[in-house]
């Protein structure tokens, strides 16, 4: 049986465990593990350096979905082949696994993870003029990343409400602007509000945002907001039930590769990472998710 390498974010905005807490919680499940509590992103990178045979090994995320993206990260800028990727939901989001229905519980979805059930997932990678990254899940270009821009810059006090505080905060001032994206086979270079490209369904705390994605189809969902600031107040709320698809000003495509060619930021998955211009490209079938 393989050994679990457990990444612990001691900071995600959900249920708090000791490494002591955990140790016994596996080894009530008979598994073998070695736990690993972290502060920063770094870390992850140094812990996966250390046990990087993925024969050998099952890599095992609790936290949100920082977490889990920060694991798939290190593990595939690592050049790990095909690697057996557990996550156990204790984020304030927790977004990605909600296509699974995965337990909360801790033990339900430890033994959910016994099953020996591999998902073979597509993941992205994305590069822009300075920084990197891989991601499962859902990338926002635009208003929704300069939310989460201004999240990550609020006091402590307000953390565990950043993203609806910031979302209220920017929509005073938020408004169209120029876009450009190109795929294979599309160009769009127009005025829009926000751009969301999706490899993943969830979103935002539980937003149905895209109810079409596979993860194994080696495409992500590109939807455009075509839109003014008063109308994606409405399709962002029908967006939580995955009713907003059907607008005519929801511009929907699909593509194994994108440019981003104007400067709007970008998150992903709840997280800033940088400006445009940026190239985003697919690696199908990257990681085997324990279901």
Known sequence: ???????YNKNSRGKTYSKQDLEMIFSSHDLDSKIFVTNE????????????????????????DGTLNSL??????????????????SGSGSDFMRTFAMPVDIHQAISRIKSNQNYSIDASFIESKTKSRYFINVLNYGFLAETVNLSEKLPNMFKRFRYPISFWLKLFTGKQSLFNLKTNTYEFDKKAFNISICNGQFFGGGWNISPK??????????QIFKVTKIKAMKLFFLAKKGLHLTDPDVILKKS???SLKTQQPIEIDGDFFDYGPAEISVKKHSIQLKI
């Open 72 to 89: 798939i990260n290190a593990l595939l800028s690592n050049n790990i082949k095909n690697p057996e990727v557990a996550c156990i939901a």
């Open 256 to 258: 194994d590769k994108i």
């Open 41 to 64: 992103i770094k870390e992850v990178d140094k812990i996966v350096k250390k046990f990087k045979n993925s024969k050998d090994y099952v890599y095992c995320a609790i936290g949100g």
């Open 1 to 7: 049986m393989k050994k679990y390498i457990v990444i």
């Open 213 to 222: 994605s596979s993860l194994q189809d080696g495409l992500l969902n590109i």
